[in-house]
């Protein structure tokens, strides 16, 4: 079944650690895109892809990094977790064109300690 | 800034009409989208307006005003599948999507 695939479905992470959340499509999306998700705010984009090669900054960049090797991987780095970072994180793709829905994976549930 | 408001929660009656309105704030509009979360689950889509009026999607139904920079949400004969949190987003001039923060539905029998 054509989707989104999102790995781990949640983790648990001591403070200081680095930690790559993988996302991966099968729809051939040139769009990529990573958010977060926090109790009582709306989703907020950390790092984008319009296509493989390039990356662009969210709303909430600090303390993440993305790499976007070919179209159909797209994974975030935490290079050393900080407690703010728990967070619900969510990989979402689209067709290129502004205006196309995002189809979202199931989501990491990340913890930092 | 931009802003994008709907209210936190709202409770209807399972077979009742429910409308979850939305306002926004964005530098240039491109666009309204309405999504739906299940508790623990993904964001799926359910519509996209970009003109003014009423787009109708079986029991779901989505209104634009752009020069109000509003939006609703109408979900019609209402069942206990649709409990769960219903999202808005913008797309500003720069096609980044601004969320708002959710409407939790609560169906009651």
């Known amino acids: 079944i054509a989707g989104i695939t999102q790995a781990p479905t949640s983790q648990i992470l001591a403070a200081g650690r680095r930690m790559t959340l993988r996302c991966t499509q099968d729809?051939?999306?040139?769009?990529m895109y990573w958010y977060r998700q926090d109790l009582g705010l709306g989703l907020r984009l950390i790092h984008y892809s319009n296509t493989a090669g390039t990356t662009g900054k969210g709303e909430v960049p600090d303390g993440y990094s993305v790499s976007r090797a070919n179209t159909d991987d797209f994974p975030l780095t935490l290079a050393s977790a900080v407690p703010s970072q728990t967070s619900v994180y969510f990989c979402a793709s689209s067709q290129t064109g502004g205006n196309q829905p995002q189809h979202f994976g199931d989501g990491t549930r990340l913890s930092i300690l | 800034g931009q802003n994008i408001d709907q209210p936190t929660e709202m409770t209807a009656t399972e077979g009742a009409i429910v409308q979850i309105n939305c306002t926004y704030q964005t530098s240039g509009f491109n666009g309204l989208f309405w999504y739906q979360q299940h508790a623990g689950e993904a964001p799926t889509f359910l519509s996209y307006?970009?003109l003014d009026g009423l787009e109708e999607k079986g029991r779901f139904s989505s209104f634009l005003s752009r020069s109000k920079g509003y939006s609703y949400l109408l979900l019609k004969e209402l069942q206990m599948k649709d409990s769960a949190s219903y999202l808005c987003a913008a797309l500003d001039s720069n096609y980044q999507l601004i969320w708002g923060a959710g409407t939790k539905l609560i169906i009651k029998p």
């Open positions: 729809m051939r999306h040139n769009a």
């Open positions: 307006n970009v």
